[in-house]
């Protein structure tokens, strides 16, 4: 296993149209996290999976956005109707469970939005 | 909801010990972790504390004090290779589900 993988590591996209980010976390692990960072921010927290299921999220995303872990393995997160203000790096991390403390992250997607 | 603070940025020497402070104020704290993100870079897992004490790892060490909503990360024999963003984590269970939120980092600059 090579980690978590994140695809594509970068887009570009016209404001108004919709983009699909896709996580591959390592095999094992059961919950899946999405964070956006921003320059010189730290990570915020946009949703999160335990398998299949969405357990939460955050205020921070809007209607346009929704995410998806339909089998408990792999994880897309769509964004419809493009804003500049979406231009971002999109982080994906997994962990396993409870008892594992660390979350393995993929290296991100850079969205740029013009 | 979670509040998380900690320096902007820090300046340390080659060779020195530099702290880096946190604090937070959560309602459901079960955790604290410290990541380490050089630029353009994931973040990579450096340490975690659930329980009151020092966590020493090499030359990295995390403190925690629960009841003062306080933790350190301690760098020692800092080395060029330690310039980087060093990120606050607090894992929350409030609300019933287990969240970890991010503080804005601390940006690390070791100079010769």
């Known amino acids: 296993d090579t980690g978590v993988s994140q695809n594509p590591r970068h887009k570009i996209t016209k404001r108004g149209q919709n983009v699909t980010f896709r996580c591959d976390p390592i095999?094992?692990?059961?919950?899946l996290y999405w964070y956006r960072q921003t320059l010189g921010q730290g990570p915020e927290f946009l949703t999160y999976f335990q398998n299949e299921a969405q357990l939460e999220k955050s205020r921070l995303l809007s209607d346009r956005f929704s995410a998806e872990r339909p089998k408990g393995s792999f994880s897309t997160l769509e964004i419809q109707r493009t804003e500049q203000g979406d231009s971002a790096m999109y982080l994906c991390?997994?962990?396993?469970?409870?008892?594992?403390?660390?979350?393995?992250f993929g290296q991100g997607t850079r969205l740029t939005v013009v | 909801g979670q509040n998380i603070d900690q320096p902007t940025e820090m300046t340390a020497t080659e060779g020195a010990i530099v702290q880096i402070n946190c604090t937070y104020q959560t309602s459901g704290f079960n955790g604290l972790f410290w990541y380490q993100q050089h630029a353009g870079e994931a973040p990579t897992f450096l340490s975690y504390n659930v329980l009151d004490g020092l966590e020493e790892k090499g030359r990295f060490s995390s403190f925690l004090s629960r009841s003062k909503g306080y933790s350190y990360l301690l760098l020692k024999e800092l080395q060029m290779k330690d310039s980087a963003s060093y990120l606050c984590a607090v894992r929350d269970r409030s609300g019933g589900y287990q969240k970890v939120t991010f503080g804005t980092g601390t940006k690390l600059q070791v100079i010769p």
């Open positions: 095999s094992e692990h059961n919950r």
């Open positions: 991390a997994s962990t396993l469970g409870q008892l594992n403390t660390e979350a393995f």
